[in-house]
C-alpha cells in the first residue's frame, strides 16, 4: 500500500534553507542519513525535486520540497508559515546566502539590498518563527550558516562581511537568551568551501593552494559535532582555526589594511 503522506516518516524533521546545492545539499543528505524526514527550500525547484527522490530512495526519509526565493517577501512568508505550523521541526538550518564582490560604489545597489535581505533578514524572520515551538518543547536546534568572513573587515565584500558579522553577533546574542531551554543555536563560520558560492560571487580563486579548502561535507560533519559540543561559534578545519585566532590577534586598522592590500590583487 502508498504511503498517504510521504513528508512523514521517522516523526522529526529538519528544514535546510539553499538546500539546491553546496553546504545546504551536504546538510540535507546528513540530516537524511541521521534519519530525519527533510523540508528542502530553494529557488531551484527543479534541484530540490531530484535531491529529494534521491534522499526518499536511498535513505528512506520523507522529503518535502518547499521552492521560494526568500528575498521576496511573499515568499518568505510562505517558508515562515511552514515553520510556525510543523509541529515535527526540530532542526532548522538557515543556509540561503550569496555574496558579492567589487568596490561597493560600483555595485547594483539593488543586487546588494537582496544579499542583505537573505543572508540577515530572512535567517531572522525564519530563527523566529522556529524558536517559540522549540522552546515549548525544550528541544531543537537552529544552525545560522555564517562565515570566517563576518570575523573582520571585508574590503570589495563589503556587504557580504557585514551580513554574516550580523549572523555572527545575532546568533551569540540568542545563545546566551536561551541558556537552561533545551535549545541550541549555532553560528557556523565556514572558510573556503568547494561550492558554487565563489563561481557567483565571481571570485578568482585560482592562486589559493588546495590546502585552504574544505569539502562541504567536511564543513557539515563539523557543524554536527560542533552542535553536540554545545559550540555557539563553529570554525570547521584546523587551518581555518589558526586563521581566525591570527586575525583576532591583529589590531583592527592593521587587518583591514592587510585585508584591502590582498583584496585589491584579486581585483586586478
Not at 234 to 248: I, Q, W
Amino acid at each position: 500500500m502508498a504511503r498517504k503522506n510521504q513528508d512523514i516518516v521517522t516523526g522529526r524533521r529538519a528544514l535546510v534553507t539553499g538546500a539546491s546545492s553546496g553546504i545546504g545539499e551536504a546538510f540535507a543528505k546528513r540530516l537524511a542519513q541521521d534519519r530525519y524526514d527533510l523540508v528542502l527550500v530553494a529557488r531551484n525547484k527543479e534541484r530540490l525535486e531530484e535531491l529529494a527522490a534521491k534522499l526518499r530512495a536511498e535513505r528512506g526519509v520523507g522529503v518535502k520540497v518547499l521552492p521560494a526565493d526568500l528575498t521576496k517577501t511573499v515568499q518568505l512568508r510562505k517558508v515562515e508559515r511552514a515553520i510556525e505550523s510543523d509541529e515535527h521541526l526540530e532542526i532548522l538550518v538557515n543556509n540561503a546566502g550569496f555574496g558579492t564582490m567589487g568596490h561597493f560604489a560600483d555595485l547594483d545597489a539593488a543586487v546588494e539590498e537582496d544579499q542583505i535581505r537573505l543572508n540577515v533578514l530572512a535567517l531572522v524572520r525564519l530563527t523566529r518563527a522556529a524558536l517559540p515551538h522549540m522552546v515549548e518543547r525544550h528541544r531543537g536546534a537552529i544552525i545560522n550558516v555564517s562565515s570566517m568572513a563576518g570575523m573582520q573587515p571585508g574590503p570589495t565584500t563589503a556587504t557580504y562581511s557585514a551580513t554574516k558579522a550580523y549572523v555572527n553577533a545575532f546568533t551569540e546574542g540568542i545563545f546566551e537568551e536561551l541558556q537552561g531551554s533545551g535549545v541550541q543555536v549555532q553560528a557556523l563560520c565556514p572558510g573556503f568551501t568547494r561550492t558554487e558560492f565563489q563561481q557567483r560571487a565571481d571570485i578568482d580563486t585560482s592562486a589559493l593552494p588546495d590546502l585552504a579548502w574544505m569539502e562541504a561535507e567536511e564543513v557539515v560533519d563539523a557543524s554536527i559535532a560542533g552542535l553536540n559540543g554545545g559550540d555557539v561559534l563553529c570554525v570547521p578545519g584546523l587551518l581555518n582555526r589558526l586563521l581566525a585566532t591570527t586575525v583576532s590577534s591583529i589590531p583592527r586598522p592593521v587587518a583591514r589594511r592587510l585585508l584591502g592590500t590582498a583584496a585589491r590583487q584579486v581585483l586586478r
